[in-house]
């Protein structure tokens, strides 16, 4: 079963991950620098998607080290599509893409020059590149 808000979700390295994407564990808001809140990704999700939205996680071919993560907002699930929902936020990853990413969790990353997505902890990649957004698959 998917992850739900009854169930935490399992880290990627857990038994049973095999075929799930994960929302980090940080579900709600958490102290950040400067006595200032730092979003967690489902809080981050749950503000950016309007009505229907959701973050649609995609892996392409191309980046530093082969291949490459995207993630856009979207309204459209196909019939390709496994739908990962905890709490009202909800991660879309198409059939061909969760093979790359399976076992893995999703992290919003705040920094001072940019605030992104990102997969982290992807048992399915050998190494990655500096940046987080590429990476390389085991083989």
């Known amino acids: 079963p998917s992850p739900s ?3 935490p979700a399992l880290p990627p390295w857990s038994e049973g991950s095999e075929g799930h ?3 980090s564990r940080s579900c709600v808001q958490v102290r950040g620098g400067r ?3 730092q979003k967690s990704p489902k809080r981050r999700l749950l503000e950016i998607t309007e009505g229907s ?3 649609r996680l995609q892996v392409e071919g191309g980046g530093c080290s ?3 993560y995207k993630f856009s907002l ?3 699930i196909n019939p390709d599509d496994r739908v990962f929902e905890q709490g009202g936020a909800r991660v879309v990853v198409d059939v061909d893409s969760l093979a790359f990413v399976k076992g893995s969790m999703v992290d919003f ?3 001072l020059i940019r605030s992104s997505f990102q997969v982290v902890s992807n048992p399915q990649a050998e190494k990655g590149c ?3 957004t590429s990476f390389s698959v085991k083989l």
Request: aromatic residues 16%; negative net charge; proline residues 0%.
């Open 5 to 7: 808000a009854a169930s």
């Open 21 to 23: 994407v994960y929302f």
């Open 35 to 37: 006595g200032g809140l």
């Open 53 to 55: 939205e959701f973050l």
């Open 66 to 68: 082969g291949f490459q």
């Open 74 to 76: 979207d309204t459209v």
């Open 109 to 111: 990353s705040q920094e």
């Open 130 to 132: 500096s940046c987080g």
